[in-house]
């Protein structure tokens, strides 16, 4: 089948599929560090760091939706999408800070921390994408970030081995639990709005922008 | 030239990786802005920011090991 041909949803996870090596690589180097258990307080910070741009992202997108009701098809279903995430994903910055808490981390000490810059230019790309080109840009953030959800089983084996509570690992587990119905949810509406192709190729370049800038976010946690 | 050739010849892809040849259509689909995306952040990536035999490494990888565990 011609790639044009295949679904919308297709077209962006084969892209994905196909440029997400150093995404893998870094997930290996870091669930398998040696030193995982001193690492992981810091990449709980950086997870921290990139999840509460999550909401504010999605109501910039539907922002620049409202301003496009009427005058192009696709903002009226990415806008009810959006609107329906938002509340889904509200409140999921905060189950970083309680995993970050029960390792001895105090949430106004790890609010007070500057955020890496590499997490600021991964959310900040976002910006510029939704503000300045395509509210659409978002769906290819998002489709990196829940299309391959926590595996339960494999991070509650993980905190055990390295000897840490699992309720310091509830932020992965829930998510675990959530996200394989996020990420259907994306694909359905990936494959129900009438995207062209420049939409398409602004998923594309944002997706491949954030598996390059999230690569780093996860590296420089294990350095 | 194809967009495959492009890749290859900016670096972003090894010359000597192969892609069956669904890969290569989906390579070769991608917009011309896309392929620019690519090759301008390259310098930030390392050679194997396009996965070489995608579908099989996919395959061996364990899905676990292949969850950041950043997420939205």
């Known amino acids: 089948m011609a790639v044009q041909n295949a679904s919308h949803s297709r077209r962006l996870r084969d892209k994905i599929r196909i440029a997400r090596g150093p995404l893998d690589a870094a997930a290996e180097s870091l669930w398998s560090h040696p030193r995982l258990r001193e690492i992981y307080p810091e990449f709980l910070f950086r997870n921290h760091s990139v999840i509460r741009s999550s909401v504010p992202l999605m109501k910039a997108a539907a922002e620049e939706c409202e301003k496009r009701l ?14 329906h995430h938002i509340p889904e994903e509200t409140g999921h910055d905060g189950w970083v800070l309680d995993d970050l808490e029960i390792l001895g981390f105090a949430r106004a000490e790890v609010l007070k921390r500057t955020p890496p810059p590499s997490a600021a230019a991964l959310a900040g790309a976002q910006y510029y994408w939704i503000r300045h080109v395509h509210p659409v840009a978002l769906l290819g953030f998002i489709a990196v970030l829940e299309g391959t959800p926590p595996d339960v089983p494999f991070f509650e084996s993980t905190a055990d081995r390295i000897g840490l509570p699992r309720e310091a690992f509830s932020n992965l587990l829930l998510h ?4 394989p119905r996020h990420r259907d949810d994306l694909d359905r509406t990936l494959d129900a709005l009438p995207l062209a192709e420049e939409h398409h190729s602004v998923m594309g370049i944002s997706a491949f922008q954030t598996i390059n800038l999230l690569s780093r976010v996860a590296s420089e946690a294990v350095q | 030239m194809s967009k495959l050739k492009k890749l290859q010849d ?7 990786a192969t892609f069956d040849a669904a890969d290569q259509a989906v390579i070769n689909s991608l917009t011309d802005n896309e392929i620019t995306a690519l090759i301008s952040i390259y310098d930030k990536l390392p050679p194997e920011f396009m996965a070489k035999h995608a579908k099989q490494s996919t395959a061996k990888t364990k899905p676990a090991a292949r969850t950041i565990g950043i997420v939205f």
């Open chain 1, 70 to 83: 009427g005058h192009e098809p696709i903002a009226e279903g990415l806008l009810a999408y959006l609107r």
């Open chain 2, 10 to 16: 900016a670096g972003v892809i090894d010359a000597s």
């Open chain 1, 176 to 179: 675990g639990k959530l996200d």
